[in-house]
């Protein structure tokens, strides 16, 4: 070859490279017909009332989704499957999902129970996992693949302590809790955590999630002197146990996990309810978010568009639907088809402006919100009031 020749060889190689490393970050999203993300939920069965809430802020962002033309032309669908509040069930459905549907994401389930029972089977996919449900084991300690939105046990149990203490001036008091791994979870981290706030629990009781009659633990409880008691289950639990303590005249506070946070329970428990107070997201009374923050316009364009479709309010299992569906589209967008980069994009995401609060996740926290999203609230009269 002559010596002029091989400039331009040199010259041509160079294009040629850059052209190939040009066409390889053109190509860095894998081109798809559709993104597809499953969804595990409890749309029927004992935890229906958080299912059915969540499904429909899932469908609300499906509609809002194919009217914008999904992500950059290209359709996102969510493949919802029932698991009829039975974990086991759960875990066939995310089987399915994964295998047969071919799934980048799955958000769920809607109950700890659930969660737990989908997650070997996320995890040796290598798919991303988006939680609905509290249960401090869903990110305590932390799996790569597991995230969660819904305020933790852990950030609930400090938040009630904090209120049997400073509000109640509590030194004793008794715990019911559903026997399923969302209610023990719940009463594990209180017997650990209440200590600290110099708070005894003088009694533990639980009931089957199906039971409608808790009237031989609350006898029980009765007679042991207690300031208050604390009930950690998800409806219709709690309804029952709040009748059945009206029915024996148990005069001593009765307070609820976020299990209790929607209307479904004032309409179960009848006028039970009022006098009860709970941990909740702030998004229930809109006022206590700070005005004019991202958050608190989250809350208010959410709840718009969730009233004028379903003419109902939104509750926390509505925003723990939507806020998970958000999450998980934000992070398809970042990074297109690709299981492993989705979960990486949902670890960072940060100051994520959402209806149950700020998340900022990172490779040590797969919960995501501060206490500060949490207040108490009381029942008075058939509606929530904030507890100063």
């Not at 997650?119 to 401090?136: C, D, F, L, R």
């Not at 203490?165 to 399923?180: C, M």
């Not at 024996?248 to 009860?276: R, W, Y």
Request: glycine fraction near 10%; proline fraction near 4%.
């Amino acid at each position: 070859m002559s010596a002029t020749g091989r400039p331009r060889l040199a010259v041509a190689l160079s294009l040629f490279i850059v052209a190939a490393l040009l066409a390889a970050a053109g190509c860095g999203k894998k081109s798809v017909s559709e993104y597809r993300i499953g969804v595990v939920l409890s749309a029927s069965g004992p935890a229906a009332p958080l299912g059915q809430a969540e499904q429909r802020s899932i469908e609300l962002l499906q509609a809002r989704l194919d009217s914008a033309g999904g992500i950059d032309g290209t359709q996102v669908r969510f493949l919802v499957e029932d698991d009829e509040s039975d974990p086991a069930k759960a875990s066939t459905a995310v089987n399915k999902l994964i295998k047969q549907s071919q799934v980048l994401a799955v958000i769920g389930g809607s109950t700890t129970g659930s969660t737990l029972a989908m997650v070997p089977v996320t995890e040796k996919a290598m798919v991303p996992q988006i939680s609905m449900a509290a249960g401090v084991k869903i990110t305590q300690p932390v799996n790569k693949w597991v995230f969660s939105v819904a305020p933790s046990d852990a950030l609930v149990t400090d938040r009630i302590l904090t209120y049997l203490k400073d509000d109640l001036q509590a030194e004793k008091i008794a715990v019911i809790h559903d026997a399923n791994a969302y209610g023990t979870g719940g009463a594990e981290e209180l017997k650990k955590t209440a200590p600290s706030y110099g708070i005894e629990i003088a009694a533990v009781e639980s009931y089957g999630s199906a039971d409608t009659d808790m009237t031989a633990q609350l006898t029980k409880i009765n007679q042991a002197g207690v300031d208050a008691l604390v009930v950690w289950g998800t409806n219709p639990g709690p309804a029952s146990v709040a009748r059945n303590a009206r029915d024996l005249g148990m005069e001593v506070p009765l307070v609820g996990s976020s299990g209790i946070a929607n209307k479904k329970f004032i309409e179960l428990a009848g006028t039970a309810a009022d006098g009860v107070v709970f941990a909740a997201s702030r998004l229930i009374i809109p006022s206590s978010i700070p005005q004019g923050s991202d958050w608190a316009k989250s809350v208010e364009e959410f709840s718009s568009e969730y009233e004028k479709k379903y003419q109902m309010d939104i509750d926390t299992f509505a925003a723990h639907g939507w806020d998970a569906g958000n999450i998980a589209v934000d992070a398809v967008r970042k990074a297109g088809a690709d299981s492993a980069g989705i979960r990486d994009a949902v670890e960072k995401t940060k100051d994520y402006a959402g209806v149950d609060g700020v998340f900022t996740y990172s490779p040590k926290d797969h919960a995501g919100l501060e206490l500060d999203a949490l207040i108490m609230v009381k029942i008075v009269n058939g509606d929530w009031t904030l507890v100063p």
